[in-house]
């Protein structure tokens, strides 16, 4: 883990989303999310499910989300179709869907470990959520373009809940002054390693500053799923969930 900045932990604030409910507090046998902020990022991390909880998590979720077919998933860029190097689909409140790369999908119906999921984040962070995007990678061939996670489509200021489960992967942050050219500002790429079983939230105004990825690992052998949880607006007020259309 390089180049990020670790401040005292205090209390989560609910801020953001406007639908805050009151967080469990820290205590024996559940430490305090660990802070990583830099200059316009905020994100808590902590282990949210314990290892045997985690296993039968996955276990569950291996079993019980079904993905998207693999022609639903891909991606036209620059009058090319390529296949999205992971599986994802999206389970969700009804009365939402969300547009992805010019193709509008609506999310499954809720099962319950995914509600399970859901209810601990809420329990422990006091945020609520009505979707949810779910990407499987096989292995570590299988990656996630660097992109920002798109703030036209969710509730302005409410945070994003990525939960893992299997294989731990590197997760990198990257500015986005840095990605133009020549400009650096002194600002590092964050390096996080996210573990099974582990939460990352991920707070305004993060995604407006910061881009992330889960680049290829080739030593990693066996299969991560992850599921971000999100705040989605219903009806016509939102447009796109996920702006990275161009760089998966
Ligand atoms: O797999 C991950 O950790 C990241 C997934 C992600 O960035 C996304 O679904 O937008
Ligand atoms: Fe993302």
Redesign the pocket.
Known sequence: MDGFVVKVPRRQAGGGGGQGRRPEEAGPGRPPPRQIRAEGLRCDYRILFPKAEADEIFQQLEEEVQYFEDDLTKLHIFGTWHNIPRKLVTYGDPELSYTYSGVTFHPKPWIPVLNRIRERITLATGHTFNFV?I?R?KDGLDH?GE?R?DESELVPRSPIA?V?FGAC?D?IFRHRDCRRKGLKRGLERIKLE?AHGSLLMMNHPTNVYWY?S?PPRRRVITPRV?L?FRKVMAGDRKRNI?P?GTSD
């Open positions: 995007l990407n990678y996630i992109h996670d990525s893992s992967r997760f996210l992330h889960l992850n971000t996920h990275s």
